[in-house]
């Protein structure tokens, strides 16, 4: 369920390395199932600068607002717009078409701090 | 096609534009009895301006058929949660509609409107002699309002003495969210504090917490649990101790008017729901009124006016006054004067001996529905509740896969509007039953029989439930929708 | 007669009801229910005049009521923020009616609908009146509308001045300054001479027409705050904006103002409703409740509170506003006196005030030691320089069974604001200019 090529962080981030400084992200099936249909998402522009950990944006269902944390640090260098009008790409695919961010990272070793597939899925079996 | 039934049943949702037809009108025009002066340049005046087009009857259908697709209190039994929604007399509509009281005009000079000043005066009396604190303003226009004040207060008293690091507020994690907006609007940071498994403020989290840097705790007593806080006298004694304020959510002072006074329990400053424990009509959300009531460390910062009276050779005058450290204006006049004349009505009504009761009916109405729904419905805090009880419906989703909002929506096919769902937030799953005191035996036995019969139904066919309510004008709705492409107002078709 | 025999009609529960029911929960009187209560705490009675009959009480309000000296009874000029005008008969049937009297705020649409739909109405209306995108269900009065969208604009613009007219009303200036102390935004005043705002300002504050009854520049201030970076916040006076060009068509942010005129009495200054109206562009800062459009599991129309994300209820201390109840009814009676008025009604009423004004202004202005600002716009209300203080002249105006305007002797020396509207008769006014004519002259 979880795909095995992606890292996670305990915030229910998940992150690909399309190559060695450049990375996607955007949150698991069990972050949306959680929120449930999401209505709006507020994510930082092209050219922010993120910091691994912090607080980079919000994330709304119709009853809930969640923050969201970048998993990364680094700078965005593409946002995907279709979230503005359709929020709910994120319920449908959230590995895929509901992608967030394309990151520049500076320090890949950042990474080393994120879960594997198999650690990921530990930490929701534990009860995340 | 549309069948005919389709079309009347759109044709019934029609808004006030799309019924409106050029040169229609609702009312009648007074003739121009001075002479005209020149109108202003043409530049500055408005050249279209869209509003409805409608005949009086036409009007008057539309409204009156459109009501009554709402449950209310005069039709349906209403025990939401922490609202209080108990029968408003009539009366009070009769004395708020006195010419003498509605029609005048809050800048009118003091002389001539002694009478209305007496009434608030007379109602400060009456609001603090229950709450057993030393002085009222009925500025504040809503609960909310009040504890905006009251946070603001507390913000003055800390400067005035010179204590500027106090910026934490502590609130229990089951508060209302009027709570922490109101202690963020009034600057401060909001820090959260556990319950215990009985439902009581953690002592331990309190003492921790109770440092130099603590400027109040807000606490509703009872609880939104609908619980008595069997440590309350400990918990003011703590925050006082640390030199903190005690701020009071009185939302749910039914459960204990006429009974003990918050005051009398060590609270500094409180605020007073009007439009629920007093009768001021919950009109879909509002008017309400929401008084803020302070003891003696917090009484000279309350927000103005205060109705003050003076005697002089057995004349009484009245006055609306200013606090000598005042935290300022809530709002540009003197309060929601409509809503404390019904609340004055309603207090001058009962009385001496009325009041005492409403505690004491409120309460053996919550928990008689306590001792009858136990066993159906989980009941997280297993001890005597107040004017409200808190149920989960986990056990219905553990066994049933059918949760608190399917129970909400089948009670609507009953007649009986939803209890408060999914607060307080430490609760799963949580049901909110506040019948109050103005329900008979009757209407609480039919109640506790239809909660009695949906547990069984979620046993027996869970999906009445899940595509509850079916009896209605409308099923249930697609609130992500509204919320993804937001339609918040009619528009012409291009 | 005993205690005991008390009995409210308001509570059905007799002594036979409290026994059966103590009964079944299983205590044997209701002092066990209260035993969480600390010893020593209860109280023994409370010091509260007792019970009143309801013949009773309606003779004793009808008293309180009587030593009011009431307009209507009595011809009067007061406006500074609270106008009378005629209430159409259908305002108070519709909103008397108890399925929106004693209904609550909208949580299940299901059972809602008659609140929810007439709530996107009031939306719509106002929306077109005061020409902006979107409006929501009212703040409580037009001075908390006016203090967060003050708020909302420091939200947008990440600035922390507050820019205000000095000709907006003192009242809402004050309001303004208890919603600003704690977040810390410092408040400049603006008067018409400046050109340019402080750096940082996120918003300038007009007042139309102003306090003292007169139209601002409405174009040039808008260009000034828009060149400034600041929003534009115009407070309005809605039976206005059936005459005057909305601030919607001056590029307006937000537009607030008190909807009392619409509809409601003057009830000796509330409950009220504060407009708010706004660009859509920023709806999801906007406070208060929303309605919106939407379908159900059938497809059909349906309306629900929406984008309750910004409210106390979900987001808690990160709210957009702590508002929780506001003023539903009062907001459903100016959309009965909209809808009843109309087009054409609408502009009726404000064209009927603006007429009746400057007659009352042109009488006034001629008479010995009085003088009236006639070379600017005014709509409804006028400042008057009298030959003495207002305070007197008022007094004696009482006399004559006239309530003078407001004395603003704090901004305009001797200054009086006064008011006339269309429920102001050609003969009240020609009393009062009669009246001030004597006076004035010391007779």
Request: aromatic fraction near 8%; charge should be negative; include cysteine.
């Amino acid at each position: 369920m979880n795909p095995p090529d992606l890292k996670y962080s305990k915030e229910h981030e998940w992150v690909r390395s399309e190559s060695d400084s450049v990375v996607v992200m955007g949150i698991t099936e069990f972050a949306q199932d959680s929120l449930g249909d999401v209505v709006f998402v507020e994510i930082p522009d092209v050219d922010a600068e993120l910091t691994q950990g912090e607080k980079m944006g919000e994330i709304e269902s119709v009853k809930a607002v969640s923050d969201l944390y970048s998993p990364v640090s680094g700078k965005v260098i593409k946002r995907n717009e279709s979230l503005i009008d359709n929020p709910e790409l994120v319920n449908e695919g959230p590995f895929e078409q509901g992608w967030m961010l394309e990151v520049e990272i500076k320090d890949c070793s950042e990474l080393d701090n994120l879960l594997s597939v198999e650690d990921y899925n530990s930490f929701l079996k534990s009860g995340a | 096609m549309t069948s005919l039934l389709e079309k009347f049943e759109l044709n019934r949702r029609k808004l006030l534009m799309e019924r409106s037809s050029p040169g229609r009108i609702g009312t009648t025009l007074l003739p121009l009895d001075v002479p005209e002066s020149e109108l202003p340049d043409a530049e500055i005046l408005r050249e279209e301006l869209e509003m409805p087009e409608v005949s009086e009857g036409d009007l008057v259908r539309y409204f009156s058929q459109i009501s009554q697709f709402n449950f209310s209190i005069d039709h349906n039994f209403y025990p939401l949660g922490s609202c209080t929604m108990k029968y408003n007399p009539k009366l009070n509509d009769e004395v708020a509609s006195l010419p003498g009281l509605a029609q005048i005009h809050p800048l009118q000079p003091e002389s001539t409107v002694q009478g209305a000043i007496k009434l608030l005066w007379e109602l400060q009396e009456r609001l603090a002699e229950i709450t057993g604190l030393a002085g009222v303003s009925l500025a504040p226009m809503a609960g909310a309002d009040g504890e905006l004040a009251g946070m603001l207060m507390a913000r003055a008293y800390h400067l005035k003495r010179g204590d500027t690091q106090r910026k934490k507020v502590l609130i229990p994690d089951s508060a209302h969210g009027t709570n922490p907006a109101s202690a963020a609007m009034a600057g401060f940071d909001v820090v959260s504090l556990p319950s215990d498994a009985d439902g009581n403020t953690d002592l331990n989290a309190l003492r921790a917490a109770a440092d130099d840097e603590l400027a109040a705790l807000m606490i509703t007593l009872p609880s939104t649990l609908g619980l008595f806080d069997r440590n309350i006298l400990e918990v003011n004694q703590i925050v006082r101790d640390a030199g903190g304020i005690v701020y009071g959510d009185g939302a749910n002072l039914n459960a204990i008017v006429g009974r003990v006074r918050l005051g009398d329990l060590g609270f500094d400053v409180i605020h007073s729901n009007l439009h629920k424990t007093f009768t001021q009509p919950h009109g879909g959300g509002g008017p309400g009124s929401g008084p803020v009531i302070a003891g003696d460390r917090l009484v000279d910062y309350l927000p103005l006016p205060i109705a003050t009276r003076t005697s002089a050779d057995n004349n009484e005058y009245f006055s609306l006054g200013t606090p000598p450290n005042t935290i300022g204006r809530m709002g540009a006049f003197h309060g929601n004067f409509g809503a404390l004349v019904r609340a004055y009505a309603y207090i001058s009504t009962l009385g001496k001996e009325g009041i005492p009761k409403i505690s004491e009916d409120s309460v053996i109405n919550a928990n008689y529905i306590l001792s009858q729904l136990k066993g159906y419905y989980d009941l997280p805090y297993d001890r005597t509740c107040m004017h409200e009880v808190v149920f989960s419906a986990r056990n219905l989703k553990r066994d049933h896969g059918v949760s608190a909002l399917d129970v909400s929506k089948r009670l609507i096919d009953y007649g009986i509007h939803p209890p408060t769902m999914y607060f307080p937030l430490i609760v799963e799953e949580a049901l909110m039953i506040e019948p109050t005191e103005t329900e008979s035996k009757e209407t609480l036995d039919y109640f506790i029989e239809v909660m009695k019969t949906i547990a069984q139904e979620a046993a027996d066919n869970p999906d009445v439930l899940h595509n509850a309510p079916q009896n209605t004008p409308n099923t249930r709705v697609d609130e992500a929708r509204a919320a993804r492409r937001p339609n918040l107002r009619w528009r012409r078709e291009s | 007669m005993s205690d005991n025999d008390y009995q409210s009609p308001y509570t059905p529960n007799t002594d036979h009801d409290r026994q059966q029911m103590l009964e079944a929960i299983g205590v044997s009187s209701v002092e066990e229910l209260f035993k969480d209560i600390p010893e020593g705490y209860t109280t023994d009675s409370l010091d509260l005049p007792p019970a009143l009959s309801e013949p009773e009480l309606m003779a004793h309000a009808q008293e309180l009521a009587a030593s009011n000296m009431v307009p209507g009874d009595y011809a009067c000029f007061l406006g500074a923020g609270v106008y009378r005008h005629h209430i159409p008969a259908v305002v108070r049937q519709i909103t008397g009616r108890s399925e929106f009297m004693t209904a609550y705020t909208p949580y299940q649409p299901e059972v809602s609908q008659g609140t929810l739909q007439t709530a996107y109405e009031f939306q719509t209306l106002v929306s077109q009146l005061t020409g902006m995108e979107v409006a929501n269900l009212g703040m409580y009065d037009g001075s908390t509308s006016m203090a967060e969208a003050a708020l909302m604009s420091a939200r947008i613009t990440k600035f922390d001045r507050i820019s205000i007219m000095d000709t907006v009303s003192p009242l809402y200036r004050e309001v303004l300054d208890t919603y600003a102390q704690a977040p810390g935004l410092k408040i400049d005043t603006f008067t018409s001479s400046q050109t340019e705002l402080e750096e940082g300002t996120a918003c300038l504050i007009v007042q139309q027409p102003n306090f003292f009854g007169y139209m601002e520049d409405m174009a040039a201030l808008s260009k000034l705050a828009h060149d400034n970076g600041a929003l534009l916040i115009v407070s309005s006076d809605p039976i206005s904006l059936a005459m005057f060009k909305p601030p919607g068509d001056y590029d307006a942010d937000i537009v607030v103002g008190e909807g009392q005129p619409m509809g409601v009495p003057p009830t000796f200054g509330g409950p009220f409703v504060g407009l708010f109206a706004c660009k859509q562009e920023y709806i999801r800062q906007m406070p208060g409740r929303i309605v919106g459009k939407t379908v159900d599991t059938k497809d059909r129309t349906a309306y629900v509170l929406t984008l309750q994300t910004r409210e106390q209820h979900i987001r808690r201390e990160r709210a957009t506003s702590n508002i929780c109840t506001a003023v539903a009814l009062i907001a459903l009676m100016s959309t009965v006196y909209m809808s009843s008025n109309g087009k054409r009604g609408m502009r009726h009423v404000a064209e009927l005030c603006y007429h009746k004004a400057h007659y009352a202004a042109t009488l006034i202005d001629a008479l010995p030691g009085y003088s009236v600002k006639t070379d600017e716009t005014f709509f409804q209300e006028f400042v008057v320089e009298c030959p003495s203080p207002p305070s007197e002249l008022n007094e004696k105006l009482l006399g004559y069974k006239i309530i003078g305007g407001l004395d603003i002797t704090a901004q305009v020396p001797n200054g009086m604001l006064v008011c006339a509207t269309e429920v102001n008769t050609r003969d009240e006014i020609e009393r009062l200019a009669g009246a001030l004519a004597e006076i004035g002259t010391g007779k």
